[in-house]
């Protein structure tokens, strides 16, 4: 479904991403771990359009995405669940849920999708009218993924949907991720907390410096000798 | 007395709302300041001299083709002063900007001095001025007119913010473009017809302006530049209902200020208004974006 | 004898040098400003006054315009310290445009009406001398405490201040020298021009002012000399610009930021420059070792 070739990176002189190669079929959950400033943000925005790469290609559903406008790469079903969830805060959560169908044409399909939603998440449901600053960061979370299924994507990213969060709430996303696993949605999982990751995903990929060093099934990453000493030694408290 | 000062206040006020308006829609989704668009105002009252002066419009076809063409001029201005200024992925910076779109007015303003001279000229009369009194004040058919088509407008722009997709895409852009892009809003066309748009609103306002001062000049976008500015500053950068406000609000105090002050430091409110606000709340009135 | 022509070509060039290195000051330290018009303005009208009025000497006028100017720059300088960006721009216009409507409503200077009769104290050595002064000054403001202050006032703010740099003295310094020799201009213009009246002073000149240091390079202090010398020049070079020297320059301002926004002269280029001068003079035992340009 998403092939992702050779690409580079750079931010002025800086090389952020440096010969990446990945690919995801349908169905799948990859992730991709690596700490902070491995590059990880810098490919999922790359792959969204927000950021172009110097070199290497993108493609998507066998379209070639990599210099398409990032609001074209949505409307082909790629959505990316930014990191710190973004919420739009000058709309209140129905408002929110509403833009997260923007790009779609099909008005009762968006209308029946929002009941779906909001029966599905029911803590959104309660507080459909009110503004988001009163949600909770779990809560905030929880609007964010209901946002970008709205898109009815074919290919959810996302950007560290643990970062910030109560262990409490980390298990309630990791609840929902797990749910949307069982339907069949494809998910690129991008994550510092290597742990839940690698327990969630079917194949992972390790980021370091701007390369991936290791490509594997996640059950054997999560055996493997280096993950567990860089990555997983400090989730102890997770 | 006061009353009379108070409604001429408001109708003067409600045209600078209309110019206020576009400033504030720009800075919205851009977080620049478009120093062209008080250029913009002065093309639109040339524009719409220059249609009743010259095709016979009346005042519907004169206020249409006057925001038609600073639409057209908005969009150049966007296209040529704005946008080759914007690169991957790195924000706009606020400076570049403002340089631009100084060449812009510099441009926009001999252009029109090339053309249509550089003194001022009577803006024709489209109607029989009529008043309307009513005991202590009256009120003009100009006034009217002003007040009216302002307020439709002022309700359509509302409307449209709320409701449409442009609208709700614009209001996403101007809290966080990176997001709205990952919402699939194509950010640079809802930049483009937030120029338009902008810029329709300070054709209308200089039609009005026109109508109401009698008279026209190549240096009347400048002239009322600062006060949009200052204006926006004092209601909050981005806030459409501190556009609105702001603008009434100093359409009064100025009118005020010539009715029981010297008349020759009517200019000089605006200007006060903006270093008073930033000296007490700088957010603005009704706080910023 | 020059022919008088060429000559009032070469006197506006000068002033004008001077007026952009007025506005550079402030520049270079992060304050870009659109009101120089105005103690430009308050440097001109203070001179002919006291040159007119009180029969003062041309030289103390001069100074005394320049003073004038500086302390209405430290007034303006106070709410500018306040505010940052943006902002800046808006307040510094806001205060030249009220500088300039202040002017339009006293009588004593001419109102609406101006000030003429001045006399043609203004000569061409005059204008280059003081030129030179302000030139050389800027050279060893560069490497000096104060141009570090300014540079990095002007680079980052808040990192500044926690190095322990005075932003209130550096800032208000930086402003006050800029309307110093702003006013200095101001003073020369009028005592060349012989007329003066508030319209002369507006938003449009202040822009122009600022369009030296965008257009010349706002990195390096030679940068608003090139700036002032190409615009006051080329029109003059060129004939057909005389008439469209205002579009023209209007489009060469959008080009530029856009294609090359350090402007001409910009801050690597005059290093560039200056370290292969440098040491072409070494070698040529010129200067010492220490010396810097």
């Not at chain 3, 105005?38 to 103390?60: D, E, H, I, Q």
């Not at chain 3, 043609?120 to 050389?136: D, K, Q």
């Not at chain 3, 610009?241 to 402007?263: S, Y």
Request: net charge positive; hydrophobic share 50%.
């Amino acid at each position: 479904m998403l092939e992702v070739n050779d690409v580079y990176v750079s931010y002025g002189h800086i090389d952020a991403v440096r010969g990446v190669s990945f690919h995801i079929m349908k169905g799948e959950i990859v992730t991709i771990i690596g700490a902070n400033g491995s590059g990880k943000t810098t490919i999922i925005n790359t792959i969204s359009g927000i950021l172009r790469c110097k070199k290497g290609t993108i493609q998507f559903l066998n379209k070639n995405i990599t210099q398409m406008a990032p609001h074209n790469i949505v409307q082909l079903g790629l959505v990316q669940i930014p990191e710190g969830r973004e919420i739009l805060t000058t709309l209140s959560v129905q408002e929110n849920l509403e833009m997260g169908a923007y790009c779609r044409k099909d008005k009762k399909r968006i209308q029946q999708d929002l009941e779906e939603i909001s029966l599905r998440f029911p803590v959104l449901r309660e507080r459909s009218k009110q503004p988001t600053g009163t949600l909770s960061g779990g809560e905030q979370q929880m609007l964010a993924i209901a946002r970008g299924l709205m898109a009815r994507p074919q290919l959810l990213m996302m950007d560290e949907p643990s970062l910030g969060l109560a262990p409490l709430a980390v298990e309630n996303v990791y609840q929902m991720i797990n749910q949307l696993k069982k339907e069949g949605i494809t998910i690129l999982l991008v994550e510092q907390n290597a742990k839940k990751a690698l327990l969630t995903a079917d194949r992972g990929c390790v980021l370091e410096s701007g390369k991936i060093v290791l490509s594997n099934d996640a059950a054997n990453l999560l055996l493997n000798d280096k993950v567990k000493e860089a990555y997983l030694g400090a989730e102890k408290q997770v | 007395m006061f009353v009379q000062q108070l409604i001429n206040g408001f109708a003067l006020g409600c045209t600078y709302s209309l110019l206020a308006l576009g400033y504030t829609l720009i800075f919205g989704v851009l977080k620049i300041l478009n120093i062209a668009h008080g250029d913009v105002f002065m093309v639109g009252a040339v524009i719409a001299a220059n249609l009743i002066l010259f095709a016979q419009a009346n005042f519907l076809i004169a206020l249409i083709g006057s925001m038609i063409g600073t639409m057209i001029v908005g969009i150049m201005i966007e296209r040529l002063t704005i946008r080759p200024l914007k690169s991957e992925g790195r924000p706009l910076l606020p400076l570049p900007p403002l340089i631009t779109t100084l060449g812009a007015v510099w441009v926009l303003q001999e252009l029109v001095i090339k053309i249509v001279g550089a003194q001022v000229q009577p803006f024709p009369s489209l109607y029989q001025e009529k008043n309307f009194n009513f005991g202590s004040f009256a009120v003009s058919s100009s006034q009217l007119i002003i007040i009216g088509v302002s307020f439709f407008l002022m309700f359509c722009l509302h409307v449209v913010v709320a409701k449409t997709k442009w609208g709700k895409g614009m209001r996403a852009v101007a809290e966080n473009a990176k997001t709205a892009c990952l919402l699939g809003i194509n950010v640079n066309g809802t930049i483009l017809i937030t120029f338009a748009v902008a810029s329709a609103l300070a054709g209308a306002a200089g039609l009005l302006v026109g109508l109401s001062y009698r008279a026209f000049s190549p240096f009347m976008g400048v002239e009322i530049g600062l006060k949009g500015f200052a204006i926006i500053v004092f209601g909050g950068m981005g806030n459409i209902w501190g556009a609105m406000v702001g603008g009434l609000i100093l359409g009064m105090v100025e009118i005020l200020s010539v009715g029981y002050l010297a008349s020759s430091f009517r200019d000089a409110f605006a200007f006060g208004l903006m270093i008073l606000i930033l000296l007490l709340k700088p957010t603005g009135l009704f706080g910023s974006h | 004898m020059i022919n008088p022509y060429l000559e009032s070509i070469l006197i506006f060039a000068g002033i004008n040098i001077i007026l952009a290195l007025g506005n550079y000051f402030p520049f270079s330290a992060g304050l870009p400003s659109l009101g120089q018009a105005g103690f430009m303005a308050v440097g001109a009208y203070m001179s002919a006054v006291l040159t007119l009025k009180f029969s003062f000497p041309f030289f103390l006028s001069l100074l005394a315009g320049g003073g004038m100017a500086l302390l209405v720059g430290i007034l303006v300088g106070l709410p500018v310290l306040r505010v940052r960006g943006i902002y800046i721009v808006l307040v510094t216009w806001g205060f030249g445009e009220a500088i300039r409507v202040i002017l339009l409503n006293i009588e004593y200077v001419g109102g609406s009406g101006g000030m003429g009769g001045i006399y043609p104290s203004t000569t061409l050595p005059l204008v280059y001398l003081i030129a030179l002064i302000v030139a050389i000054f800027s050279m060893r403001l560069k490497n000096s405490r104060l141009g570090r202050a300014f540079q990095a006032v002007e680079a980052d703010q808040d990192a500044a201040e926690s190095m322990g740099i005075d932003l209130t003295k550096t800032k208000l310094t930086a402003f006050s020298l800029g309307a110093f020799v702003c006013g200095i201009g101001g003073a020369l213009y009028a005592h060349y021009a012989l007329y003066v009246e508030p319209s002369n002073f507006n938003f449009f000149l202040s822009s122009e002012i600022l369009f030296f240091s965008i257009i010349g390079g706002g990195g390096v202090f030679v940068g608003p000399i090139v700036g002032a010398i190409i615009f006051t020049a080329l029109p003059e070079v060129f004939r057909f610009l005389k008439d469209w020297r205002v579009i023209f320059f209007g489009i060469v301002l959008i080009v530029m930021m856009v294609l090359r926004p350090q402007g001409i002269i910009s801050r690597d280029f005059y290093n560039r420059c200056s370290n292969s001068l440098r040491s072409f003079l070494l070698r040529k035992g010129f200067i010492e070792q220490a010396d810097d340009l």
